[in-house]
């Protein structure tokens, strides 16, 4: 008995090969979510550590600005009344600004000047000379008693994903009578 068999065509069909693009594409597309997702998250963590940095250095000038009008004490304009009443104008509504490369300048953040920080010599400064680097940065003061005042630094930046704060805050005493 002779069989006979007949040769089928063994290459793909039109639509079997329009159906393996497309579930290709569609794997290669949510790939490509998952990296745009991962590099947006890598973005918001970096930005997010400079920012504490950043907050935190504010705390640290105003606690060593409170150091200095403290200790010296005999220079005119240096007492613990004088370091409040600097920072006096500085509320949370607009904040105050200062500059680390001027000691105790501390100015208001309204008009022009919107406290930004730019990149200046590898560093964070409040001089327009410099790359904007996305930062702003407010510090302020609420009084809780005749020895006693709470400051806070706020930076914040905005980013694809929207826009972020980072506030710190911390009690300085009158420490010397």
Not at 35 to 41: E, K, P
Request: aromatic share 14%; with cysteine; proline share 3%.
């Amino acid at each position: 008995m002779k069989k006979f068999f007949t040769k089928r065509n063994k290459a793909f069909t039109l639509v079997e090969t329009l159906v393996a693009i497309s579930i290709f594409t569609v794997s290669i597309l949510g790939l490509m979510s998952v990296l745009a997702q991962g590099t947006n998250d890598t973005t918001y963590a970096k930005r997010k550590i400079i920012a504490t940095y950043l907050a935190q250095e504010g705390i640290e000038y105003l606690r060593n600005m409170r150091d200095t009008y403290v200790l010296y004490t005999g220079i005119p304009g240096n007492s613990w009344s004088d370091f409040k009443a600097d920072l006096a104008p500085c509320n949370p509504g607009t904040g105050c600004g200062f500059d680390p490369t001027f000691p105790h300048i501390v100015f208001t953040c309204t008009g022009g000047n919107s406290c930004k920080l730019y990149i200046v010599n590898g560093g964070y400064s409040t001089s327009p000379s410099g790359t904007d680097s996305g930062f702003t940065r407010k510090v302020w003061m609420t009084t809780i008693g005749n020895d006693e005042v709470k400051v806070f630094s706020t930076v914040s930046w905005t980013q694809v994903s929207g826009t972020y704060t980072m506030t710190f805050a911390e009690n300085l005493f009158n420490w010397i009578q």
